[in-house]
C-alpha cells in the first residue's frame, strides 16, 4: 500500500517568510508525528497527534513553529517568521497506535536564506 | 534524560568484510529499541525493533541484538547496496517520543 507523503519535497524561502509543509499518512493510522533532523544527526521529535490532537508538543522549539490534524488524517506543519536555523529536512511518520512501529515519509527539505 | 550515542560515526568495510555497529543507551525503563536505515535524500526505513534483553532479530545479512545498555547492528558478508546510514532510537514506557542517536555512516567497497 502507499506510504507516508510529503509535501513540497523541498522548500526555498527567504528569512522571515511564512511555510506551511504536509504529511500525508498511511491509511488507517492514528498516530502522526513532526521530526526534523539537520545535516550529520538524528530525526529530532517535534510533535505528535492521536487522532486530531496534539498529544506531546513538548518537541516544538518555540511559538513560531505550530501543526495541525484537523480530520485525524493530513498534517500541517506551519513556521511563521522563518530564520535560517529553520533550515533543515521536516520528517513526517506515522504508526497504528503511540506503541506500534512508526514508518517515516521522505521528507521535506526546507531551506531558508 | 534518555540518550543514545551511536558509535563508530563513519565505517568502511570491504564487500564480505563483516562488522557491527554499537548503540548504547540510557532510558528510564525501556519499552522499545529500534534500528532504522536511511538512504541519502530520503526517509528512515524500518528495520527492527527489540524489546527485552537477550532478543535478537535477523533480516538477510543483518542481526540486531540487545543488552540492558547496548545493542548491536552485526552485518555478515556486507555488500555495496548495504552502505546507508544507519540510526538506532530508543522509546521509554509510557507515551514519550522516538529518541534517536547521530547515526552510523556505514560505505561498503565493492
Known amino acids: 500500500g502507499a506510504g507516508v507523503s510529503q509535501t513540497p519535497s523541498n522548500k526555498v524561502t527567504e528569512k522571515g517568510k511564512y511555510v506551511e509543509l504536509r504529511c500525508d499518512p498511511i491509511?488507517?493510522?492514528?498516530?502522526l508525528y513532526w521530526y526534523r533532523q539537520s545535516l550529520g544527526q538524528g530525526p529530532e521529535f517535534l510533535i505528535y497527534?492521536?487522532?486530531?490532537?496534539?498529544?506531546?508538543d513538548s518537541g516544538l522549539p518555540n511559538d513560531r513553529f505550530f501543526a495541525v490534524r484537523p480530520e485525524g488524517s493530513v498534517s500541517t506543519l506551519k513556521i511563521q517568521r522563518t530564520e535560517r536555523g529553520d533550515s533543515a529536512v521536516y520528517l513526517c511518520?506515522?504508526?497504528?497506535?503511540?506503541?506500534?512501529?512508526?514508518?517515516f515519509g521522505p521528507g521535506t527539505r526546507l531551506t531558508v536564506l | 534524560e534518555d540518550q543514545v550515542t551511536q558509535s563508530p560515526e563513519a565505517l568502511r568495510l570491504q564487500e564480505g568484510e563483516s562488522s557491527s555497529l554499537n548503540c548504547s543507551y540510557t532510558?528510564?525503563?525501556?519499552?522499545?529499541l529500534f534500528w532504522y536505515r536511511q538512504d541519502p535524500g530520503k526517509g528512515p526505513e524500518f528495520l527492527f525493533t527489540?524489546?527485552?534483553a537477550g532478543e535478537e532479530k535477523e533480516k538477510e545479512r543483518l542481526k540486531a541484538t540487545l543488552t540492558k545498555k547496548e545493542s548491536f547492528l552485526h552485518i555478515t558478508a556486507p555488500k555495496p547496496e548495504d552502505s546507508a546510514t544507519y540510526l538506532c532510537?530508543?522509546?521509554?514506557?509510557?507515551?514519550?517520543?522516538?529518541?534517536f542517536g547521530k547515526g552510523t555512516r556505514l560505505s561498503v567497497i565493492a
Open positions: 497527534f492521536q487522532g486530531t490532537g496534539a498529544a506531546d
Open positions: 532510537a530508543v522509546q521509554a514506557r509510557g507515551n514519550t517520543p522516538l529518541v
Open positions: 511518520a506515522s504508526s497504528r497506535g503511540h506503541t506500534d512501529t512508526q514508518y
Open positions: 491509511s488507517g493510522h492514528t498516530a
Open positions: 532510558v528510564s525503563g525501556l519499552r522499545g
Open positions: 527489540l524489546y527485552s
